[in-house]
């Protein structure tokens, strides 16, 4: 069949159209998206102003018009944590459905965990053990752990890169009593669930899915994506800490000059970088493997699985 699915995250909306059935790799087909930055229009009460909801809308309109285009005969919708923790989150959520019939699912932060880690268990398979994933998005850091399909541990964090831009580091470079502010707030709020994680039992195999780790691990020496997913990409601690004073120097515009960096993203590198090094060191990651796949193909799968019960396979 072919499926959509609707991404409503803080950073981007994207639709990614796939080739699937139980049992076998999704395979993407197309692909729509925006980078509408919804974290950016929330507004000191913590509302979704009313651009960034009229901007919703209309890109939703278009993605089912793109949807009708390539054929996808089951569209699954879902955001993500900037409708999840806006203060009119329902109301937007309302007129959502009401202009375009579009029901977008908001996914608890701890569902988000578990989706992902779901997306990279099947990925990498049982041969890699006891399994830690780390997800840096633009609302929220996603951490699950564990040896099944189905995380021990499931945890959400308010430590995306696109947040923490905004809330922590202003300026272009940001100033340094700035930077050593956020990374103190970063490093106090992932201490607070390292036990949980240990407890889960040493992972055998780490993994970093989103494009910050991507990204990070493409200045810091790994493989271009033109080579394709089956090339594995290795992020090292070691790496990484020599490479955060240098971001926390330059410019936007500096890191958008680097390799594996988009324009729309090198803003919030640092940020991601400061998430990314207080999360492998507290929780004792020399290295991990980025993942290819990430939220969107943990929903596809979820579904796949749900539609192979549903026909008894």
């Known amino acids: 069949m072919r499926l959509g699915v609707l991404d409503v995250g803080s950073n981007t909306v994207?639709?990614?159209?796939?080739?699937?059935?139980?049992?076998?790799?999704?395979?993407?087909?197309?692909?729509?998206?925006?980078?509408?930055?919804?974290?950016?229009?929330?507004?000191?009460?913590?509302?979704?102003?009313?651009?960034?909801?009229?901007?919703?809308?209309?890109?939703?309109?278009?993605c089912l018009e793109f949807a009708e285009d390539y054929g996808v005969e089951e569209m699954v919708a879902f955001a993500t944590s900037a409708l999840r923790e806006a203060t009119n989150g329902e109301q937007v959520l309302a007129r959502v459905s009401q202009e375009t019939g579009v029901d977008l699912q908001v996914l608890p932060g701890g569902d988000e965990a578990r989706l992902t880690f779901l997306a990279a268990r099947r990925w990498f398979g049982w041969s890699v053990g006891r399994l830690l994933m780390l997800d840096i998005g633009g609302g929220s850091l996603e951490i699950g752990a564990g040896l099944d399909e189905s995380p021990d541990v499931a945890i959400s964090l308010p430590l995306g890169a696109g947040?923490?831009?905004?809330?922590?580091?202003?300026?272009?470079?940001?100033?340094?009593?700035?930077?050593?502010?956020?990374?103190?707030?970063?490093?106090?709020?992932?201490?607070?669930?390292?036990?949980?994680?240990?407890?889960?039992?040493?992972?055998?195999q780490t993994v970093g899915s989103s494009?910050?780790?991507?990204?990070?691990?493409?200045?810091?020496?790994?493989?271009?994506?033109d080579l394709g997913d089956y090339v594995p990409r290795l992020l090292r601690q070691r790496d990484l800490t020599v490479w955060v004073p240098k971001l926390a120097a330059m410019t936007s515009a500096q890191r958008a000059g680097l390799h594996g960096v988009s324009v729309g993203r090198s803003a919030q590198l640092l940020a991601g970088a400061l998430v990314a090094e207080a999360a492998m060191e507290l929780l004792g990651v020399e290295q991990l493997q980025v993942c290819p796949w990430a939220l969107r193909e943990g929903m596809i799968l979820r579904r796949l699985d749900l539609i192979a019960t549903r026909n008894g396979g």
Do not use: N
């Open 163 to 204: 947040r923490l831009t905004l809330d922590r580091l202003p300026g272009d470079p940001p100033g340094p009593d700035d930077i050593r502010a956020a990374r103190r707030y970063i490093r106090a709020e992932i201490a607070r669930v390292v036990p949980d994680v240990k407890r889960a039992g040493v992972a055998d």
């Open 14 to 62: 994207h639709l990614l159209v796939v080739d699937a059935h139980p049992g076998a790799r999704p395979l993407p087909a197309s692909s729509h998206k925006e980078e509408m930055r919804l974290a950016e229009h929330l507004q000191p009460d913590g509302s979704l102003g009313e651009a960034g909801v009229v901007g919703l809308i209309r890109f939703v309109a278009s």
């Open 211 to 225: 494009k910050t780790f991507r990204s990070l691990a493409r200045i810091c020496g790994a493989a271009s994506s």
